[in-house]
């Protein structure tokens, strides 16, 4: 789970967020996420913990030793820097969803479409889109297909969900697809 860590949001993206834990939970499913005690992360983190989750939390050891790990994590990975933390999301999540969030939220999603994209991960990517929130992001997306910048099959890289029930339908009926030729970049590709 990629998402924000503020203490300053209208309280309905906390109820967001603890709605997704909560649905974790109901499906079985685990968390993993960047560990930290504030913001969405924690919300979502004490919902799915409450309902049985297991949650591994992935953290800088410069953010713990400002007391930013959270307590509702049954496994934290102390990582060196934000890079280190990336990576090991990527390699221990089976599916990535990105609640509302900021600039590292951002970059985190960014990734991991780049990486599906060249074909690095085969993983579900989804972007909760709660409220319009990520409205402006899916415009710019739209400007990199429309001006050739992105194939046109690289919509399917990510799935847009308008409700955390959209998130899990989504995840039950998820099949990986696998681009051979993401590297070629011939004019037929954008016909």
């Known amino acids: 789970m990629f998402c924000s860590s503020s203490n300053a949001l209208d309280e309905n993206y906390y109820t967001l ?3 997704f834990g909560q649905g974790l939970a109901q499906k079985g499913y685990n ?6 005690n504030v913001g969405l992360m924690e919300a979502a983190a004490k919902a799915a913990s409450a309902g049985g989750s297991h949650i591994t939390g992935v953290i800088p050891e410069a953010f713990a030793q400002k007391g930013l790990s959270s307590g509702t994590a049954d496994n934290v990975i102390f990582v060196k820097d934000l890079n280190e933390r990336k990576k090991v999301l990527v390699d221990i999540s089976d599916a990535f969803v990105a609640l509302p ?4 939220t951002l970059d985190e999603l960014l990734e991991v479409i780049t990486l599906k994209q060249t074909a690095f991960i085969n993983k579900p990517i989804i972007i909760l889109n709660y409220n319009g929130f990520y409205d402006y992001m899916l415009k ?3 400007v990199f297909f429309q001006e050739n ?4 099959q690289y ?3 990510y799935f847009v969900a308008y409700s955390v029930d959209d998130i899990f339908a989504y ?3 998820y099949e990986p697809k696998v681009d051979k030729d993401w590297f070629r970049v011939d004019k037929k590709d954008f016909d």
């Not at 910048?149 to 046109?152: D, L, M, V």
């Open 140 to 142: 710019q997306f739209d």
């Open 155 to 157: 919509r399917e890289i």
């Open 31 to 36: 968390l993993t996420y960047g560990g930290a």
């Open 171 to 173: 995840l039950d009926k």
């Open 101 to 104: 969030g900021g600039f590292g």
């Open 149 to 152: 910048f992105a194939k046109p």
């Open 17 to 19: 967020a603890a709605n």
